[in-house]
């Protein structure tokens, strides 16, 4: 018995020990995601429903971690077998920011383990022309404000002019942010934007493609857009479904997206 007290006692210890060093140097909330990562997949922590419209405990921060820490690089992803789901967009303020596919289930909308949805150029992960990461278009969703340049992952915030109040009743807050990412090359290092902080943005404004760069999962070489909505309302501007915000599904896989500019 005495052994065994020892055994959790040091077991503590040293996880008290890892929390403490990934708070010093990632933030108290990525390493918190993190621990709830973990926990989850170990069954200490129920799963939250999907109709969970966002929790007070998910954030964006400063780093800017969008990919997730545990996902891997695309070779080593098993593709999921799926039916194309035609796009259909319901009334919603935003629009869709670019054109693709949600191809994989570790990369759609989790209020927990990923904040945004990915939307891949295609299931390859590849760019549009050969032996390029340059994918699809990306336009503004919304009219507003840029906020963050985040260089390292090319990711732009931009916050949005506050929504119309005839959609107070379909929306979670009319008061949000959206966040870009991935809009660069990995390897060259090429800037598929030129936005900056201060700039505004126009509803339906070209500012950049699709990229592969991460710094948070560098080995990940998919081509995509990352979209994330976060609530500003809200202590910790918690993500939102981007579902709400754009008209389309964002848990589905093999759900297409359109931007329906000309």
Known sequence: ???????????????????????VFFGTERSMDSIRFLSSRLGLLSQPKRNIDYLSYTSDNSEGSILGDFDIKID????????????QKKPSPFLVPTEGIAAHK???????RHGGIDIWTNQEGKGVSRGSSKGYPVYSACSGVVIRVYQPNEEIEVECNRIDESFSEDVPSLHVKVLYAHMGDAVTKERY????????????????WQGNVSSIVPVNRVTHLHFGVY???????PTVDPEYYIGVPTTIVGQIFKTEIE
Do not use: C, W
């Open 1 to 23: 018995m005495k052994k065994i007290l020892t055994i959790l006692l040091v077991g503590f210890v040293s996880l008290l020990s890892v929390i403490v060093v990934s708070s």
């Open 76 to 87: 080593h992803l098993k593709q999921d077998v799926y039916q194309a789901i035609e796009f």
């Open 231 to 237: 609530d500003l309302t809200r202590s910790g501007r």
């Open 106 to 112: 570790n990369f759609l909308y989790d209020p927990v």
């Open 193 to 208: 934007h030129k936005l900056s902080v201060g700039q505004r943005l126009t509803k339906g404004q070209l500012i950049g």
